[in-house]
């Protein structure tokens, strides 16, 4: 069974009182979508604890938060149940999405890490990561995407180089249309050529922009991986540099 919440206003109590009789669902759940949302506190944590104790939601294989209209408060509780059990517990949990949330990466990814957890698939899309961190296992993530984020030249470098030194890590990386200064691009382009990241299959880079210089730079980072067997680079090339 699938449930998809899509443009709903979900600041009410009706909606907590609601969610809660999940708690009593006579089928199995296998996906939960919230959409376009207006999302309160209190409604997130009655989510997360309404799927951690409820037999329905055993067997969820995916989580998904798009595009929500939180208040201030939304990503402590996030925070909150990223330093919890919750994705540990929930073994069947393959497909989390935390995309357009209002988020700081850099906040929540150490502590989505920090424990073994189930999801193969992570996506992460149109939040922020400022800061550098440091991550030593990806555990079971395999796909991970972090496009539309904003970084700057030492968080894009951090969580790179975190994937190239780290025990597990992602084979398949999306990278597309990162929100960058040219600076922070330049100074980020001079430091690619020094990540490898082992069996790598496939990175998505479209929508960034690659002048004639980084465009040489990038090229000397996919040299660098042999097990590489998909690219995408739509639309970064700059026209004037393509030769």
């Known amino acids: 069974n699938q449930y998809i919440f899509n443009d709903c206003n979900l600041t009410s109590s009706d909606f907590v009182t609601y969610f809660k009789t999940f708690k009593k669902y006579p089928a199995d759940m296998q996906s939960i979508s919230f959409i376009h949302c207006n999302l309160s506190t209190l409604a997130l944590e009655t989510i997360f604890s309404t799927i951690s104790s409820s037999l329905c939601f055993r067997t969820l294989s995916e989580l998904s938060f798009i595009h929500m209209k939180a208040d201030a408060n939304l990503q402590t509780c996030f925070l909150q149940f990223a330093t919890s059990n ?3 517990v929930q073994k069947n949990l393959h497909i989390l999405s935390l995309e357009d949330v209002g988020i700081d990466i850099d906040m929540i990814l150490p502590f989505l890490l920090h424990c073994p957890s189930y999801f193969t698939n992570l996506s992460l899309i149109g939040n922020s990561f400022l800061k550098p961190i440091s991550i030593t296992d990806f555990h079971r993530v395999t796909n991970l995407d972090l496009s539309f984020i904003h970084f700057t030249s030492e968080s894009l470098f951090s969580i790179s180089n975190s994937m190239a030194t780290s025990k597990n890590h992602p084979t398949r990386i999306i990278l597309d249309s990162l929100v960058i200064s040219d600076e922070e691009w330049d100074k980020f382009y001079h430091k690619i050529g020094t990540i490898v990241i082992s ?9 960034n922009k690659m002048k004639a ?3 040489h730079l990038f090229k000397t980072f996919l040299l660098n991986h042999t097990t590489l067997t998909e690219l995408g680079v739509s639309n970064s090339i700059l026209y004037n540099d393509a030769e």
Not at 199 to 207: E, P
């Open 199 to 207: 069996n790598l299959v496939m990175i998505s880079f479209s929508g």
């Open 213 to 215: 210089e980084w465009m």
């Open 86 to 88: 919750f994705f540990m």
